[in-house]
């Protein structure tokens, strides 16, 4: 019976949220869509778990949906590299839902909970299938579907500042600007190709070599997908978002769909384009790392002087994603594996610490660093859960953040680049001015007012130490991420060397089964 | 670089001509203009422009809908990436009716849809959080 259902993983991992999604409006009991959302976030983490623990050794599961085989259906094909980024958003996606019901008691109106629920759940769908599925136009698909929730999200924030809708509007511009672009170099890659399965992509763009169309392909998708990412010049949609969105929004935001996206380009890059792709090879060191160089010093400046920690953490976001993308960009497997790390590690640190943020939005009913003086004496279990993320963000040891800097150090100085490895630890000084000016306000500064609302609830407090002490725990013992990331790495360098599907590719004009596509 | 770029070339390949004017005006249109509900609009020509470019490479000329007959020699038409962009523009008119919400709760809030006005309000709200 059990092994019958595991048989269909990968297919329930989007499915689970996607069936809860419309039950939590249909029942239309808050308290009821709560119990409906946990259940089916821990499922499908529980689900992320299993294929995370399938693929670990380097195996690749291939699901069919509807039994139509790749590539002309669609399949989803689960390997280390995706089922990293399904676990990250899995585990988180399940913390924030116990989470999510008390922080947003204060925050939204009660009559929209259930619609809040609902855009959670289909945003988390959207995540998962973004992640899961090995198929480029479903790729896109899912995007949108996580899109375009995560702008009902934001925009749910209007019930604290107003400023939560044009933060949205937005981004909405902006997302779907970059979406639109995605689906241009889909487009491109189709009409050179006739396929859109990744793996067979992979095959015929590697057999038909470089070309003009290709390279168009590859820029309109990293572009696109740089738009999403919050790549440096195009972030301006996230600070906005970020700030404005309801905390727990935040929280999963920034802990997931900007990760998500990294993976989309990784996927693409290396395993759709292949590694050593001349064009990619270039750009990527020409454009993206002096991109990532003046993100991690540029951001981490202007988050010194915000005077919101929402937006202070935003910024330091944009920062983060910086450090991913130079790992990245480095075109090594160690650059790789320190780009893979850090994206797991942000993700605890960054979650863990919006958490913390949620609570003190609970209590004092502000995000601004002035208003949270004195709070480090009156929540001490708070400040603390903030305090131990913002050594993260530094990089001190003993948190993930010191591993995913001795990591892109490390491979810093492999490629030769001493250089680097400076700005790496010169950027990281930047961090301690801005979470000292927070640990400053926390501890040394006198409590003005008594907070609003006495105490923290515990499904609050526990989520955000659960990040922590994951935090904390992957920063001693990195075993788990070295050896997912290393075997990640390795898949994505040796990705054109796929197994070839199981339908001979060539033969089939590549157009008339894959209408699977549709709707 | 640009040997190949002969009339021909240039005629044969109209349906790009068409697509990239569209799209470029979508686009100004989203950059130029003050107008929440515009900017919509002008991001929907945009990705309606995406989908004439899908249509467009999936015709065959002489080729015909893609409904099987007995005639062997029967030329059809891709009907794949037209079966892609149902779906995209179901996504696009999603797109359009959260982009249309949105503005709607804009309006009862600020009052104006015009991106400058909004602008003003906000830097006001800005100054008193600082004060």
Not at chain 1, 141 to 166: C, H, N, P, W
Not at chain 1, 376 to 391: K, S
């Amino acid at each position: 019976m059990l092994s019958s259902i595991l048989a269909h993983a990968p297919a329930l991992q989007t499915v689970i949220p996607l069936v809860a999604a419309p039950l939590c409006v249909l029942i239309g009991q808050r308290n009821i869509a709560w119990g409906i959302t946990v259940l089916a976030s821990l499922l499908t983490a529980c689900v992320s778990v299993f294929l995370m623990m399938e693929t670990l050794d380097g195996s690749v599961i291939s699901y069919h949906l509807g039994g139509w085989a790749p590539p002309l259906g669609i399949e989803y094909r689960v390997d280390i590299v995706n089922a990293f980024v399904l676990f990250i958003v899995g585990m988180t996606g399940a913390l924030v839902a116990i989470y999510a019901r008390a922080s947003i008691e204060r925050e939204i109106d009660p009559d929209l909970h259930v619609y809040f629920y609902t855009a959670y759940l289909l945003c988390l769908t959207g995540l998962l299938g973004v992640t899961i599925t090995g198929d480029a136009f479903n790729v896109f698909v899912f995007l949108e579907i996580s899109s375009l929730s995560t702008y009902t999200l934001v925009a749910l924030g209007a019930g604290r500042d107003q400023r939560a809708l044009t933060a949205s509007y937005n981004y909405l511009i902006m997302g779907t600007i970059g979406a639109t672009f995605f689906v241009i170099g889909i487009g491109f890659l189709y009409m050179m190709t006739g396929t859109l399965n990744m793996a067979d992509l992979a095959e015929r763009i590697a057999n038909m070599g470089d070309n003009r169309v290709i390279r168009v392909a590859f820029v309109f998708i990293l572009v696109g997908i740089g738009l999403k990412l919050a790549m440096f010049p195009l972030h301006l949609w996230l600070p906005n978002a970020y700030s404005y969105a309801p905390s727990v929004v935040s929280v999963f935001l920034a802990a997931t769909a900007t990760k998500v996206a990294v993976y989309v380009l990784l996927r693409f890059a290396f395993t759709v384009f292949g590694f050593d792709y001349p064009f990619q090879a270039a750009t990527l060191s020409w454009v993206l790392m002096p991109l990532a160089l003046i993100a991690m010093f540029a951001m981490s400046i202007v988050a010194i002087f915000q005077s919101d920690l929402k937006r202070m953490l935003a910024y330091s976001s944009v920062a983060q994603i910086g450090y991913i993308l130079l790992g990245v960009s480095m075109l090594s497997k160690p650059g790789l594996m320190a780009g893979i790390i850090h994206l797991f590690n942000h993700a605890v640190t960054k979650g863990a610490l919006f958490m913390a943020v949620g609570i003190f939005v609970l209590r004092y009913g502000s995000s601004r660093i002035e208003d949270l003086r004195g709070a480090g004496r009156t929540m001490p279990w708070t400040a603390a859960a903030f305090v131990a993320g913002g050594l993260g963000l530094i990089g001190v040891p003993l948190t993930t953040g010191f591993i995913s800097k001795w990591y892109l150090i490390t491979a810093a100085f492999e490629s030769n680049d001493w250089w680097l490895a400076l700005l790496i630890v010169g950027s990281s000084l930047i961090a301690v001015f801005y979470v000292w000016r927070v640990v400053e306000a926390l501890y040394l500064a006198e409590p003005e007012g008594k907070p609003a609302v006495s105490s923290a609830p515990l499904s609050m407090v526990l989520p955000t130490w659960a990040l922590v002490l994951a935090s904390l725990y992957f920063g001693i013992d990195a075993e788990l991420t070295s050896k997912a990331a290393s075997t990640a790495a390795d898949l994505l360098i040796e990705a054109t060397q796929f197994d070839s599907p199981a339908e001979p590719a060539k033969a089939v004009p590549g157009a008339i089964g894959a209408a699977a596509n549709g709707e | 670089m640009f040997e190949d770029l002969t009339l021909d070339f240039i005629i044969q390949r109209y349906n790009y001509w068409m697509v990239i004017i569209l799209m470029v005006t979508g686009l100004y249109i989203v950059v130029s203009r003050g107008n929440l509900v515009k900017k919509v609009i002008g991001l929907n020509l945009f990705q309606t422009a995406v989908f004439m470019l899908y249509i467009s490479i999936g015709k065959v000329i002489g080729g015909t809908a893609p409904i099987y007959t007995d005639n062997p020699d029967e030329v059809y038409s891709n009907p794949l990436p037209h079966v892609l962009i149902l779906t995209a523009i179901v996504v696009g008119v999603a797109t359009m009716a959260v982009g249309m919400a949105l503005i709607v709760r804009i309006r009862e809030r600020y009052g104006t849809i015009e991106e400058d006005e909004i602008a003003e309000i906000e830097q006001k709200l800005d100054r008193q959080e600082a004060a």
